[in-house]
């Protein structure tokens, strides 16, 4: 390809319609990987999803439980509060609705924890009505280490630090807590659309 | 990702505590290690930036800046030890 027609391609981007993109985002090509401490490399023998806390029972799938459950290809766009956002993106994986279908339980919001250490907190309404997954593909491939594999949460409609990288399971819980980045400043809902960055906001 | 080092935050240190503090010892409150803070586990490229205990990897400092205030979490340290002023300079 010529470096004509390339820089032409790259402009074209900022050509997407003003409306997906929410207020102070930018468009970009390519998948940043953002990072607060080390990448895990979890195998996928020891890998678990476990829902625990508000419940009666703590629930469990392994590796091979969770790939036998019904999957669903998701395409859409991701907005990370560094201020990129990245569209049509293509990722397959269980919907929350599914894990979370057989659950009785009382509570009101769920804390997600990842390996590493990481948690971050959400109402369980913003977890289900389809709006949420455990995504283990991306553009058709297994989900990268650096982008949360062998697998993340998937929000897209909050802020992308929801979507907990390296996700292990729910905790459910009848009292919201804050998460890792939520204790340190970021807002606790973290709404793109309302710009919702930080506490306060 | 690798992590950086603790000088990748001097700067920002500096302007934090007014002092030199990459030989400053950190004390890290989960595992009792002491390091200097160069030797800290520095994340930059994150919400916030993250320094972390090389021993145990647990997080020592959390720096957020937040609508053009630099907020600085320390509660995963001990101690932090920032060298005392030397007073004005001839006196040291
Ligand atoms: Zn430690």
Same mark, same amino acid.
Request: glycine content about 8%.
């Given at each position: ?201 | ?6 000088? @990748?935050? #001097?700067?920002? !240190?500096?302007?934090?505590?007014? +002092?030199?503090? &990459? ?11 002491? @390091?200097? #803070?160069?030797? !800290?586990?520095?994340?930059?490229? +994150?919400?916030? &930036? ?43």
């Amino acid at each position: 390809m010529s470096p004509l027609s390339r820089a032409f391609r790259g402009r074209r981007r900022s050509d997407a319609d003003p409306a997906r993109i929410p207020p102070g985002q930018y468009v970009t090509d390519d998948f940043p990987v953002l990072s607060a401490g080390p990448t895990p490399h979890r195998p996928l023998e020891t890998w678990s999803f476990t829902i625990q806390g508000s419940i009666d029972e703590p629930v469990s799938w392994t590796w091979e439980q969770l790939q036998a459950l019904p999957s669903e290809t998701i395409t859409t766009d991701i907005h990370c509060v560094t201020k990129w956002s990245k569209l049509d993106t293509v990722w397959t994986g269980v919907s929350l609705d599914t894990l979370l279908d057989d659950v009785e339980t009382s509570a009101e919001y769920v804390t997600a924890f990842s390996d590493g250490g990481y948690t971050t907190n959400l109402p369980l309404e913003d977890a289900t009505g389809g709006k949420a997954w455990i995504a283990y593909a991306f553009d058709g491939e297994p989900l990268a280490p650096e982008h949360g594999g062998p697998a993340r949460l998937l929000v897209p409609h909050l802020y992308f630090w929801k979507s907990a990288k390296w996700v292990r399971g729910l905790e459910l819980r009848n009292e919201d807590e804050p998460g890792f980045w939520e204790s340190y400043g970021y807002h606790n809902y973290g709404d793109p659309w309302r710009e919702q960055r930080y506490a306060g906001d | 990702m690798d992590a950086l080092d603790g000088n @990748a935050i #001097a700067g920002v !240190l500096f302007e934090v505590f007014g +002092a030199e503090m &990459t030989t400053s010892a950190a004390v890290c409150a989960n595992c009792g290690a002491r @390091a200097p #803070a160069a030797e !800290l586990a520095v994340y930059l490229r +994150a919400p916030g &930036t993250v320094a972390r205990c090389r021993t145990c990897m647990s997080v020592l400092m959390v720096l957020v800046t937040i609508h053009e205030r630099t907020c600085v979490d320390l509660r995963g340290l001990d101690t932090l030890e920032i060298p005392a002023s030397r007073g004005p300079s001839g006196w040291g």
